[in-house]
């Protein structure tokens, strides 16, 4: 069972460290023949990949599949194309046609850099700007990805592609890393050495696409520091919305209009359900505060990054801290920590792995997190 779960291990890593290869599908490799020359090598400037300018080129890409039943997520991106973009220096994207997070120009060889701020620092303006660029990110149809949706990860050519707006890619982006592996308790994303390396890689992906689709090339995730606080100070129509009783979003916030991709069967069909997003913030006795700084610190001075057997078993483990598996014993009576902790006290839609997402407050929590 350990060389098993070693092996995935491995293969998830892989995955994440196969330098330009992400999760959506660009839409020219969504075109029939792009599937069946079994080549994804998009034109940039006339060329594939920017061979021409010298910025990548369309390489062989090979993957030992890993000791598990066949599932896309796993055996990536063999399962629908031999032939990839492979970018040069500090060119990045599935053409090469754009720069690697930090760099910027023409040639991407300019440093770029964006300090994250904290969410209740940013000036009346930086924050309006902020959640306008969301709204247009919610409601704008992607120009660059579409999504694949299967019913069943682990049957061939069971799959369809579908257009997404950009805030939902994110969205179908974390839902689909959290679905499980068949015959195993495990994902992608969570509960193991990958958990705080994928996030990041997702908060950078969402960063860009918004950034593309803005012009404003210095869009950034704000961090909510809960730490400085007992309750949502940011559930107020000023930033994330008010709730009412039942936990719906008050009407007074854009965000009440914002619709819900669930992934109940209808998803896996290919149609998203339309559901209310709900939170009852410190309403579940089992998760009715946030994380103090004395939970930070205790995880910041965690020696080893992780341990065996690298899940959320893990103890004396870094991740598993951050990650809220590892739960200190105080007086509290948590079910849940750090991470973990912050999720199930919304006692809504962020809380469940499938749908957090969609609540915009599930990037400003992970981008505290990434800090």
């Known amino acids: 069972m350990e060389s098993r779960l070693t092996r995935l291990r491995e293969a998830i890593l892989r995955i994440l460290l196969w330098p330009h290869v992400e999760a959506q599908f660009p839409i020219p490799c969504t075109r029939q023949e792009a599937l069946d020359s079994r080549t994804c090598c998009p034109l940039w400037n006339g060329s594939p990949c920017g061979e021409m300018a010298g910025r990548g080129d369309c390489a062989q890409h090979f993957l030992e599949g890993a000791d598990l039943p066949f599932d896309y997520r796993v055996d990536w991106p063999n399962s629908f194309y031999d032939k990839v973009c492979a970018c040069y220096g500090n060119f990045d994207g599935f053409d090469c046609g754009v720069c690697s997070p930090g760099w910027q120009g023409p040639d991407c060889l300019e440093p770029h850099r964006v300090d994250r701020k904290e969410i209740t620092d940013m000036t009346e303006d930086e924050r309006e700007l902020f959640i306008s660029n969301l709204d247009h990110a919610k409601h704008t149809i992607s120009n660059r990805y579409k999504i694949l949706t299967s019913n069943d990860t682990t049957k061939a050519g069971n799959f369809k592609f579908h257009e997404a707006t950009v805030y939902d890619l994110y969205v179908w982006l974390h839902y689909y890393a959290a679905k499980k592996y068949a015959d195993t308790d495990d994902d992608a994303a969570h509960r193991g050495p990958a958990f705080p390396f994928w996030h990041r890689i997702f908060l950078l992906f969402i960063e860009r696409e918004i950034r593309l689709l803005t012009g404003n090339h210095n869009f950034f ?28 979003i008050d009407q007074g916030s854009r965000f009440s ?89 919304f006692n809504g839609t962020m809380s469940h792995l499938p749908t957090a997402a969609n609540d915009p407050l599930f990037m400003v929590h992970h981008s505290f997190v990434d800090k």
């Open 257 to 345: 209009k914002w619709k819900v991709r669930s992934p109940s069967c209808s998803f896996l069909n290919a149609s998203f359900l339309l559901l209310l997003k709900l939170r009852k913030p410190g309403k579940d006795r089992s998760a009715d505060t946030l994380p103090t700084s004395g939970d930070v610190r205790r995880t910041l001075c965690e020696d080893n990054y992780d341990t065996p057997p690298f899940n959320k078993m893990s103890k004396h483990s870094f991740r598993s801290r951050l990650e809220g598996f590892d739960i200190p014993r105080d007086s509290r009576n948590l079910q849940s920590a750090m991470h973990n902790l912050v999720h199930d006290y």
């Open 221 to 248: 995730i704000p961090y909510w520091d809960w730490t400085r606080t007992d309750h949502c100070n940011i559930c107020t129509n000023d930033y994330f919305g008010a709730v009412d009783p039942d936990g719906h």
